[in-house]
């Protein structure tokens, strides 16, 4: 049976985030929704392998090359991958008045550029902009529970910095050991308080087998990223727990996906957070049509950045 709201201790689950960087908590969502989540976020995935988003091509240029090193050497992707996000890149920067970065593109942050959408060699893969495709699903943005928790950690004024699904493929060796952007790219020692908070909605089990997410307690007072390195630490924890749950990690809490050693997907869906004043990874004011976005509620729509950018000045 899924949990009561007010039977859960956030007191204590906010206890553990601070001593250890990271908490699980089970059985949030009740059965129905979770099943409405899963047909949505499988469906948006067949779409999406079907029709992968390749838009034009822009103007080649001769770093192009780099760029194109760059995601085969650093992600696990096909080459119809790497071309594809070649594309979106050049597409991306003609939108931008192609206006250069001022650093190789190895050092730009995270958010400015595009992420993989198939990786693991197109076994894995990932869904963005999740509430623009299915608008249904805001309300796990601002389910209580996450919500309340995530608002005593960075404050009521924080935003949404992304909201995707991900499902990680039968077979795959894990994800590299990480600390999530922006934090990988900033001079250490890292900051002592945390800039956001990942939350993690399990439409699968997590298990030690299917790629449940391990993470290194107390890893976010380390104040550095760990190695970019993928494999077992003695010190880390497998966080399994079963399909409803939501699992929550501090954005500097060493992580990262596990090996799924079944023949099944492993799905979950991504809501992190971030503090009023750090740009975030996704512009939803930007991509969100005017009409989806009045249907939605007015948390959400402030969370997704409505009356949180500034203000037009003339």
């Known amino acids: 049976m899924p949990l009561a709201v007010p039977s859960i201790d956030l007191d204590a689950v906010q206890r553990q985030l601070e001593e250890e960087g990271y908490a699980v908590i089970e059985n949030v969502l009740p059965p129905d929704e979770l099943e409405r989540y899963r047909r949505t976020v499988d469906a948006l995935m067949v779409h999406e392998r079907v029709h992968p988003y390749c838009p034009e091509d822009g103007e080649e240029r001769p770093e192009d090359a780099e760029v194109a090193d760059y995601y085969r050497t650093h992600y696990t992707v096909s080459e119809a991958e790497a071309q594809r996000l070649l594309a979106r890149m050049r597409h991306d920067r003609a939108r931008n008045a192609d206006t250069p970065w001022p650093v190789p593109y190895g050092k730009v942050p995270k958010t400015f550029i595009h992420l993989p959408t198939l990786f693991d060699q197109d076994r894995s893969q990932r869904v ?3 509430v623009n495709k299915a608008p249904e699903m805001a309300s796990l943005i601002e389910n209580p529970v996450v919500l309340d928790l995530v ?3 960075l404050g009521a ?10 499902s990680i493929g039968p077979g795959t060796g894990g994800g590299a050991w990480h600390v999530d952007a922006p934090l990988g790219q900033i001079p250490e020692p890292l900051p002592e308080f945390p800039l956001m908070v990942q939350n993690v909605w399990l439409l699968d089990d ?3 087998h299917n790629g449940a997410t391990r993470v290194v307690p107390g890893s976010h ?5 760990p190695p970019w390195s993928e494999g077992q630490r003695d010190d880390e924890r497998v966080l399994t727990a079963p399909a409803g749950s939501v ?3 501090l954005s500097n809490t060493w992580h990262r996906s596990g090996p799924n050693e079944t023949d099944r997907p492993r799905r ?5 957070y971030n503090r009023s004043w750090l740009r975030g990874f996704t512009d939803f004011v930007a991509t969100l049509d005017e009409a989806t976005a009045r249907r939605l509620s007015p948390t959400v729509r402030y969370l997704l950045g409505y009356s949180a950018r500034a203000p037009e000045r003339r």
């Open 206 to 208: 997590f298990t030690a």
């Open 151 to 153: 608002r005593r950690v």
């Open 268 to 272: 979950a869906i991504l809501c992190n």
């Open 247 to 249: 699992a929550i990690w």
């Open 128 to 130: 963005w902009q999740l």
């Open 221 to 225: 007072r380390f104040r550095k990223a």
């Open 157 to 166: 004024d924080c935003n949404l910095h992304d909201f995707q699904a991900t």
